[in-house]
């Protein structure tokens, strides 16, 4: 299968951060509400020429993974980079309202119902419920996200990016609604301080370079298992349908869309707020109740890894069985499955690559627990409650999620900055929305049944009362890692909610073809 | 003393006559498919023999038809309304074909939409994971009993001979005679609901795919098989076009003996009360046109949370409004399949450590065909085919040829098969997937 034709595709069309995404030090969030037919389109104009495409994200990977090679840290760039996405008012507003028809949760927005958001309003102290769209800082209902524009640099960026934030605002006729400043925190942690964004799907298909066609996705020589191609170690393969509209979802695929709405990916963006005091301290309390009750102790730290399902570094539970300390390289920290044990193997450069074992009882989880946060969002090779791991494959989406706010002082709790709110900016590309993001999301992290049975997600999903409309507690089940006896498993309760949505929207990210169509470029 | 117990410990016969003899026939029913599968499943046991030592093991599954979105991936309604149509399956006894109705969901929920009283709308939708065995099994002692259910759960307007056979039917190995229940009853099918009617939605096919999904299988290169459809394929359990069988059966087989270096073997079965469960159904995405959520109007009328037998979607007492005014995920509710898309289904299985050895790896008995399309194998739907078959018609391709070494069978392939040569169990899956 690695030597099947792959489609080329248009780098020049491509917004950059739906592949290969922006990864850049900083990142600066703006959205605006106008559904003005003629705004919009002089707004367009005025940015397509700064828009940064798939072709200048690429050659920073490059410029990434050669740093990486030689053990330089990672390569700053001097250029501001732009793309943007649209909401559904506004591609009905251009004329486009065939990007409704593209995707459903698009056109209905983004409802309590999809996401499993919290649908009272207040709180049980009549304050204004953060987690209720209505009460959003970005996304909600009065303030409808049309025009959201992300910016990337590596320094500087509000400085860099307000200009053209200003230039947006006075040929919309409107302010922002919304701004917020996004960086990498050191080491590529989220707030709770773990290593984040660490898998994901490599993409089939070309891209053309001058005279030369080069792979989107390095292949590595992995070995292929069960129909599976991939590029690194732990990398499967999918189409560029499966994050691109009109691309092809499989060889010989046609989905037969005109160009002007080929080339175009939905944005799920949702603001979640993370509460790191409140991870920390019921972690504690949580370690200390599991070790009571299971008659085995366990650490809080040891009960985090097991929520997350991968010690901070990054290591996988499923590849160690403590935390190595200390990351892994890219042919190895994804290199795990769960079910089924991975072999060592070699790479076609000679790299040799560890192998990682399977899960004993892989429908008790005693390695990595069923409700760890990456079994639940990517079971791998296991069936689920929906289908088996070609159809989880295809529910995998592009996450290009950066941390909002400054990093947690665990030395000084009582700091002041501690006090101010923190999170991740999360975002995804995908061609469904209903397909990928709300499966995962609706069906899996906010289920204690799915994708199997054995308890909830309780790092980030969310469990809402059907009669308060508020937040429950999230409940799992824990069983003891030795392969033999604990048939009965212990139940571990998270009290709190640690991570809340505080806005969102789904928007269309268009190609530079649909923005050449509904908004052509004026005449001076 | 161990006894299985009706499906969520219903007690439809409470104080009456009948109910102990019903109690005892129950048991043995079941005990009797445990019975059946044991001696070709060595990691298959029956609490009746040995204790279970778990807790529940819940395995969970769609409600809606994996087969029928396989088959209109892009379109929803047809989809929709494709679950809703009835098929048929010829159930003579004598070779004159004898076509009864059934429906084609096939993932052990099945559903049907009542009218609203003014016939405009739906009024309410019924759900149901009951076997057709439990129904025949109590109206065998008590029919007055089966028609009073379903006078309360179907219509006032059941008369008993409507649940009457008016000839002898085939049902699974045996033969349901002239006069007795009938269930395909036009109550329990184009007029209604009571219980499953599909004809792979039975208590036997649970029991059957359990057991034989507790063998480990091999390709013919000698690895394992660890991949959900392929061990379907090859082991010859319940419908690889499904989201229940391949996940039950792979969750089964992983269990009793795992993939892991050195694993220690586990004997498995299914939990008492021997059932099929809805779990329940997404929190939060029946809601009305404002997308307020409606707590209450889908609930479970018979059997419980996790474990319900019967569930309904209607306006409770008191609601201003009716079904035509709900929402399914911010869309108008217009079809029952809307609805069982939300809807999570469960079994329950339990294991013992009994001592036995790691089992040898099996080779395979079946292998699957697909059609010869582009289309990815995962995204088709397959045809269960013995080993010795090859793959021809409409399904020309052999979708995982390292089962069987395409046309050639286990013997030929990948040495002698070390468990007797199985028929397919479920030929009558293929109604619902492919016709």
Redesign the interface.
């Known amino acids: 299968m690695a030597d099947d034709p792959e489609p080329l595709l248009d780098a020049g069309d491509i917004q950059g951060n739906i592949l290969p995404g922006f990864n850049r030090n900083e990142q600066y969030f703006v959205a605006f509400s106008c559904d003005n037919k003629e705004a919009l389109q002089n707004a367009l104009a005025a940015l397509r020429p700064r828009l940064t495409t798939l072709l200048t994200a690429l050659d920073h990977r490059d410029e990434r993974k050669q740093a990486f090679k030689a053990g330089f840290g990672r390569p700053r760039r001097g250029d501001l980079w732009l793309n943007l996405a649209l909401g559904p008012r506004a591609s009905d507003a251009l004329g486009a309202g065939t990007v409704r028809v593209l995707d459903?949760a698009f056109d209905?927005?983004m409802?309590?119902?999809?996401t499993?958001d919290p649908?009272a309003t207040k709180l049980t102290d009549g304050t204004p419920n953060p987690a209720h769209r209505d009460n959003w800082a970005v996304g909600s209902r009065s303030k409808p996200v049309d025009l959201f524009l992300i910016f990337a640099h590596d320094q500087n960026i509000e400085e860099e990016a307000e200009p053209i934030v200003e230039q947006a605002s006075v040929l919309l006729g409107a302010a922002p609604n919304y701004r917020e400043k996004a960086a990498v925190l050191p080491g590529g942690i989220e707030h709770f301080g773990f290593r984040d964004g660490v898998s994901q799907a490599g993409v089939r298909g070309y891209i053309r370079e001058g005279e030369l066609k080069r792979l989107l996705t390095t292949r590595y020589g992995v070995p292929s298992r069960?129909?599976i191609d991939f590029g690194k170690p732990g990398q499967p393969l999918v189409w560029p349908g499966q994050f691109l509209t009109g691309q092809p979802n499989?060889?010989?695929?046609n989905p037969g869309l005109t160009p002007e709405f080929s080339n175009g990916s939905f944005l799920v963006f949702r603001r979640l707020s993370q509460d790191v005091a409140a991870f920390d301290s019921d972690t504690v309390v949580m370690a200390r109740e599991l070790s009571e009750a299971s008659g085995q102790p366990i650490s809080p730290e040891e009960l985090r890894a097991r929520i997350v399902g991968r010690f901070r570094s990054g290591a996988a539970l499923m590849r160690h069985e403590q935390d190595p300390g200390q990351a892994e390289g890219p042919d190895e920290i994804n290199y795990f499955a769960f079910?089924?044990?991975e072999p060592s193997i070699v790479l076609a450069d000679g790299t040799a690559v560890k192998g990682s074992?399977?899960?004993?009882?892989?429908?008790?989880g005693r390695r990595c627990p069923v409700w760890s946060h990456i079994r639940k969002v990517n079971p791998r090779?296991?069936?689920?409650?929906?289908?088996?791991?070609?159809?989880t494959l295809r529910f995998q989406m592009l996450r290009r999620g950066i941390p909002f706010g400054l990093p947690y002082d665990r030395e000084n709790p009582e700091s002041a900055e501690n006090q101010k709110e923190r999170g991740l900016l999360f975002l995804s590309y995908q061609r469904s929305i209903?397909n990928q993001f709300?499966n995962l999301n609706?069906?899996w992290m906010?289920?204690a049944?799915?994708p199997?049975?054995?308890g909830f997600d309780l790092l980030v999903g969310q469990a809402?009362g059907?009669?308060s409309?508020l937040y429950d507690s999230k409940s799992a089940l824990f069983f003891r890692p030795s392969?033999?006896g604990d048939?009965?498993?212990t139940p571990v309760n998270s009290p709190r909610q640690w991570v809340t949505p505080t806005g969102g929207a789904f928007l269309f990210a268009p190609s530079i073809t649909f923005i050449d169509t509904f908004a052509p470029a004026r005449v001076a | 003393m161990f006894s299985y117990a009706p499906p969520a410990n219903l007690d439809d016969l409470a104080g009456r006559p009948t109910r102990a003899a019903f109690l005892n026939a129950w048991h043995a029913h079941i005990k009797g498919d445990f019975d059946r599968e044991i001696a070709n499943a060595p990691l298959f046991f029956s609490e009746v023999s040995n204790s279970a030592t778990s807790a529940d093991l819940p395995v969970a599954w769609n409600a809606f038809p994996l087969a029928l979105k396989r088959r209109h991936p892009n379109d929803t309604v047809a989809r929709w309304n494709a679950a809703d149509q009835l098929g048929t399956t010829d159930l003579s006894t004598n070779g004159t074909p004898l076509p009864m109705p059934f429906r084609r969901q096939d993932e052990y929920c099945e559903w049907f939409a009542y009218p609203s009283s003014d016939g405009q709308s739906i009024g309410r939708i019924v759900f149901t994971a009951e076997a057709p065995e439990y129904w025949i099994e109590l109206a065998r002692h008590d029919f007055d009993r089966v028609v009073e259910l379903y006078q309360r759960h179907v219509s006032s307007q059941v008369v008993p001979d409507d649940l009457r056979l008016k000839q002898d039917i085939s049902f699974g190995n045996g033969v349901l005679k002239k006069g007795t229940y009938n269930p395909y009853n036009a109550w329990n099918a184009s007029q209604g609901v009571m219980h499953l009617t599909h004809p792979a939605n039975t208590l036997g096919a649970e029991i059957n795919l359990a057991a034989r999904a507790t063998v480990p299988r091999k390709d013919v290169t000698g690895k394992r098989i660890t991949e959900a459809r392929r061990l379907a394929c090859g082991s010859n359990f319940g419908d690889p076009n499904r989201s229940s069988d391949p996940n039950i059966g792979l969750g089964v087989n992983l269990t009793a003996f795992s993939a892991a270096t050195g694993a220690t073997p586990q004997s498995i079965t299914l939990a008492n009360p021997v059932a099929l469960y809805i779990d329940r159904i997404a929190p939060g995405v029946i809601t009305d046109e404002n997308d307020n959520p409606l707590p209450g109007w889908f609930k479970i009328v018979r059997g419980t949370t996790g474990r319900g037998l019967m569930a309904v979607l209607e306006p409770p007492a008191g609601a201003t409004f009716g079904l035509d005014k709900v929402q399914v995920l911010g869309r108008k509710l217009t079809h029952g399949g809307q609805v069982a898309e939300q809807i999570q289904m469960v079994l329950y299985a339990k294991t013992a450590s009994l001592g036995h050895p790691a089992p040898p790896l099996e080779s395979c008995v079946a292998h699957c065909c697909r059609p010869d399309t582009p289309i990815p194998t995962d995204q088709v739907n397959l045809a269960h085919t013995e080993a010795s078959d090859s793959c021809s018609g409409a399904t020309p391709k052999d979708a995982f040829p390292e089962l069987t070494g395409g046309a050639a069978g286990p013997a030929g392939a990948g040495g002698p098969a070390a468990a007797p040569a199985l028929k397919p169990s479920r030929k009558l899956t293929r109604l619902a997937s492919d016709g």
């Open positions: 459903q209905t927005g409802k309590a119902n999809i499993g649908t069960n129909g499989y060889l010989g695929d079910g089924i044990e074992p399977a899960d004993p009882d892989v429908l008790r090779d296991l069936v689920t409650d929906i289908s088996d791991e070609p159809q209903e709300s609706r069906r906010n289920s049944t799915g199997q049975a054995g809402v059907e009669d409309g392969p033999t048939e009965i498993g």
